[in-house]
């Protein structure tokens, strides 16, 4: 796209309203939570979901656009990782994302082994940066991160489960 011209933050009791709504016509077997902006509106989805049986919540985590403009301030980064981490099934970002989520979680109390030189995260493997994320305390049941390119037509991804982890540790 050619960049985001500007972003509305939908006050979070009209957020709630929409999502009651929604919960009580369809009852969802999956949700996919995209961007929030406010600490208030990831309380209310992580409030929504905590009375819901979904079988699949997936989270598409993203605090800085490609282009480089912040979306997610840090506190509200911090909300969601506290609140709605735990309750995903899967949370998918790309490595610079992870790298700036580490970044603003080092601070987070119950966050051991969390790499302490942002020079040396930047110079992470996939791997370490995903089990870094794996170890937070409110960490997520799967996670999947978007690699770079290595060609044009070459990724490198990395998908990792809380079972797959916690069996390698």
């Not at 490609?66 to 506190?75: I, Q, V």
């Not at 409110?138 to 982890?165: I, W």
């Amino acid at each position: 796209t050619g960049g985001i011209e500007h972003l509305y933050d939908i006050p979070a009791e009209i957020l709630d309203a929409q999502l009651q709504r929604v919960a009580m016509d369809l009852r969802p077997d999956s949700v996919k939570i995209g961007l929030l902006r406010s600490v208030e509106q990831v309380e209310t989805v992580a409030a929504l979901l905590r009375k819901l049986p979904c079988r699949c919540v997936v989270m598409d985590f993203v605090i800085v656009s490609t282009s480089g403009a912040r979306l997610m301030e840090p506190e509200v980064v911090r909300a969601a990782v506290r609140h709605l981490f735990p309750l995903c099934t899967l949370v998918m970002m790309r490595r610079g994302n992870a790298l700036e989520l580490l970044r603003l979680c080092r601070a987070l109390p119950g966050n051991p082994g969390l790499p302490p030189a942002e020079g040396a995260l930047c110079k992470n493997s996939l791997a370490e940066v995903a089990t870094a994320i794996m170890r937070l305390e409110a960490g997520p049941q799967a996670l999947f991160l978007k690699g770079e390119e290595v060609s044009s037509d070459a990724y490198t991804d990395l998908f990792l489960s809380r079972e797959a982890f916690t069996e390698a540790e």
